[in-house]
Each structure stands twice: as C-alpha cells, then as structure tokens.
C-alpha cells in the first residue's frame, strides 16, 4: 500500500475537483469525488488485477441497475424469489403466477431473477408491462426468459452480490417459494438484514402449495435448532408469514402499508411517517404494548422534525416519534403491524 504525500494527495482532489467541473457534476459532488478518490488509491495501492476487474464490474453493474429502476422509482415493487428448476406443471409455479398476477393488478411491479422456473411464472403472471427482471449470467442459463428477455425492464448481472443487492434495494415486499441453495440465500438474507435493521421493515412471505409442507419444516427445523440453541431469538422467524394461500400472501404484502408509509432517523430519534394520525388513547395503548422496545421516553405524536423540513420530506404525512433501543430492532415490525391495525386506520 502506498501513501501519497501530501502534496501529491492535494493534487489528486485538486484534479478530482477539475474533473468533475469538467463534467459538469453540481449535485452529490462528495460523494462522486469520495469514488473517483477510492479509485485512485486503489490503484496507488496496487491493487491485484483481479481485484480491481471485481471492484470494476460491480460498479459498472450497479450503474446499469440504477439506470433500470430509476424510471420506476414510483412504483411499488414486490420480488419473488423461487427455484429456476420447477416445471410449468408443478403446483407451485401456479402460485407464483397468480400471486405475481394479483399483485399487479393492484399496481404492483414484480422484480424476478428473469430466469425459468418459479421467475418465468412471477413474471407470466404480472405480465410484460409490469415485470422487472435482473438476471445471472451463468453458464447452463444463457438467457432470460422470454417474458422479459427482449423488454426493456432487464439488466443482467455477472455477480450474484450485485444481483441479490438489486433483487432487494428496490422493493417493498417479498415473496419466496420453495428452492434450493440459492433461494435459501435469498431468503435467509432477507431475515438477516431484517433481524439486524440493515434494511427497512418490509413484509416477506413463505409461499407453499397448497397443503405443502416445505416452509412449515423450515420453522421446526429453526424453532428446535436456531431457537433452542440460543442461535436466534424466538419468533425471529415471525416476521415471516408462512402460508400456502394466494390471496394470504397478497393480503401480508397489501396490508403491511395499510398504515405505516415509511421511516427516518434524525439523531437517536425514530421516526415512523403514516397515513392516518393515531388517537391519543391509540397512542397510550401502543406505548402500553411497545414501551418495553424504547430506550427511554415514550412514543409520541410529532410534526415533522427540523431535518425533515429541510428536506421537504414527506411534511403532509403524520408521524409518531420514538427511541428505539437498537437491541430491539428486530421487533420493530410488530409495532408498525400494531399501527396498521388501529382503529383510526380503517
């Protein structure tokens, strides 16, 4: 590793500077120059060469990701996840093709790995217009389905990281199939980032066929081995609804935004923007429920916070305001199911 002098470090800003005047780039200037900064060092550094082609492609993937769904930042999004192995006779494809199919007709836009199998039916079942796909590229499955493979809502990914980080990002439901190794991933990543509060509370749903037993044996086997042996915290895997019906599974996906729109930081202060003001006696009752989740004080009803007016975010929306103990972040969803089921929200 080399370090520049440093007047030779107060070159590279200098021209890292110059380059983005050139460039024409006034917003989000640090950030862009905190990249262009990384790749200098990178190759101050000496990085090995395949290093450098990783850190390169990830990049250049994630910047045709971004491209794909920034047009579609205002649609809502719902990713189904499920094995590239099941026939279009198997019961399960059915599933993923009607919840696929119901959710988009309530405008909801389904991102899929683009490949066959349980991602073929999601993407059937929303149709051309209302599928995303973000493919692999792997040796054995050259190409995406026909659904999205000539549609212009596709990007294709070469890393399985920059893929699953895609498949993610954007949406705010989840739904799983049964699958193999790489479905497991997928779904165990998502109640990882869940469990730890890396990722916003989103409603995520373990599919079977009907009177199928694929994910019921998943809860035992965590309930008796990742329960008992103190490896999570019992009802982690309850933020999960396991189910075998359709219209259950669109129901969890609808349902989780009855209420709650979204949430924010300012400080060590949590706030949770919703579409209906709470009562003051729904208010008493959720910090009778909830107030062992708070670090200190009490869940409040706010106006929106100075940094939230700065930013002109979301002001019209009420909100509630709350110190989370951060050690309790995992079972933040089941406050924000408590508000989606109060009175005032009907």
């Not at 373990?206 to 009177?211: H, I, N």
Request: glycine letters at 8%; a negative charge; charged letters at 25%.
């Amino acid at each position: 590793m080399t370090t520049p002098s440093d007047a030779l470090a107060a070159d590279i800003r200098s021209r890292i500077e110059g380059l983005l005047d050139a460039a024409g780039i006034r917003s989000d200037r640090t950030l862009i120059g905190r990249m262009l900064q990384t790749s200098t060092d990178l190759g101050l550094d000496a990085t090995d060469r395949l290093d450098l082609k990783i850190a390169s492609a990830a990049l250049s993937e994630m910047r045709d990701a971004f491209r794909l769904f920034a047009p579609l930042a205002g649609a809502s999004k719902v990713t189904i996840f499920g094995s590239a192995r099941t026939r279009q006779d198997d019961p399960l494809y059915r599933q993923a093709h009607d919840v696929a199919e119901k959710l988009a007709r309530e405008g909801w836009m389904v991102v899929t790995g683009a490949g066959p199998g349980i991602m073929q039916a999601g993407a059937e079942g929303a149709g051309r217009e209302m599928s995303i796909g973000v493919s692999i590229r792997l040796p054995f499955e050259e190409k995406a389905n026909a659904v999205v493979s000539e549609d212009s809502h596709l990007v294709s990914m070469k890393y399985f990281f920059t893929r699953k980080l895609m498949l993610m990002k954007e949406s705010r439901g989840f739904v799983c199939l049964p699958g193999g190794f790489g479905t497991m991933d997928e779904m165990f990543e998502l109640l990882t980032l869940q469990q730890t509060g890396k990722a916003e509370p989103m409603p995520i749903v373990l599919l079977d066929e009907p009177g199928g037993t694929f994910w019921q044996g998943l809860s035992t086997f965590v309930s008796q081995n990742l329960e008992a042996g103190g490896y999570i915290s019992p009802g982690d895997l309850g933020r999960a609804l396991i189910t075998d019906s359709v219209d259950a599974a669109v129901a969890e996906i609808l349902g989780f935004w009855r209420n709650y729109d979204s949430l924010r930081w300012v400080g060590d202060r949590l706030v949770l923007r919703l579409r209906h003001e709470p009562t003051d006696a729904e208010i008493d009752e959720l910090n009778d429920r909830f107030g062992d989740l708070l670090l200190r004080g009490r869940i409040e009803r706010s106006e929106p916070l100075a940094p939230e007016r700065a930013d002109h975010d979301l002001l019209d929306l009420p909100r509630v305001t709350l110190v989370l103990n951060q050690y309790k972040v995992g079972s933040l969803h089941l406050l924000i199911r408590a508000i989606n089921r109060l009175p005032s929200a009907a």
